[in-house]
């Protein structure tokens, strides 16, 4: 059977891509194949990461292609020229058009670090997702994959797991782990499970 092509959409870091690469290489992934990374801006470190581990590294960079709608339109064409089956987003900060969404529906899954719908949408990214956490006081936080559409943290879950507020902690402290014990684990078994359900 032919392994299922994905491509992984970047901004940052990539702690959530490097998580990817282990579960490929750990087997935890075995029915798809990482073989394309895109940043949309400059210095995003997960292309370092994507080429240690000869992955195709590449950078469109968004505002320097002028705006979203050139970004999408480049990023379209890769897309198809290495024939991709699912996209994931790994702490991927542009916020795709109806219009790209609807060309991948149900094939572009995507991280976030809370169990939504608490917590979402736009501006609800990195740390300030757990700063609010904390202000509102819950006890369990957690992360959900989701899959993607033209609303911000909207598409239908696919999983979610959650994980306990302790007392005293930090935003930086709950988002390392939710890091750890949810989403490094969660989108590897996410991909892994998309891939699975993808009809050739």
Not at 67 to 83: I, N, V
Not at 120 to 130: Q, S, T
């Amino acid at each position: 059977m032919l392994k299922k092509r994905i491509a992984v959409l970047v901004s940052g870091g990539g702690t959530n891509f490097k998580a990817l690469l282990e579960a490929e290489q750990n087997g935890i992934i075995s029915t798809g194949e990482i073989v394309l990374a895109v940043a949309d801006r400059t210095g995003a470190y997960a292309l370092e990461r994507a080429r240690a581990a000869g992955v195709k590294a590449c950078l469109l960079d968004k505002k320097a292609l002028g705006g979203l709608e050139k970004f999408e339109y480049r990023l379209l064409k890769l897309l198809e020229e290495e024939d991709i089956d699912l996209i994931v987003l790994a702490g991927f900060l542009s916020i795709l058009s109806a219009e790209f969404t609807q060309h991948y529906k149900k094939r572009i899954i995507n991280i976030h670090p809370s169990l939504i719908p608490a917590f979402c949408g736009p501006g609800y990214y990195g740390l300030k997702v757990h700063k609010e956490a904390l202000k509102r006081g819950v006890k369990v936080s957690g992360a959900t994959v989701h899959f993607v559409n033209d609303i911000a943290d909207g598409g239908e879950i696919i999983a979610q797991q959650a994980v306990p507020v302790l007392p005293g902690d930090s935003p930086q402290s709950l988002q390392q782990r939710i890091m750890e014990q949810a989403e490094w684990q969660l989108l590897p078994r996410a991909v892994e499970e998309v891939c699975r359900s993808i009809n050739d």
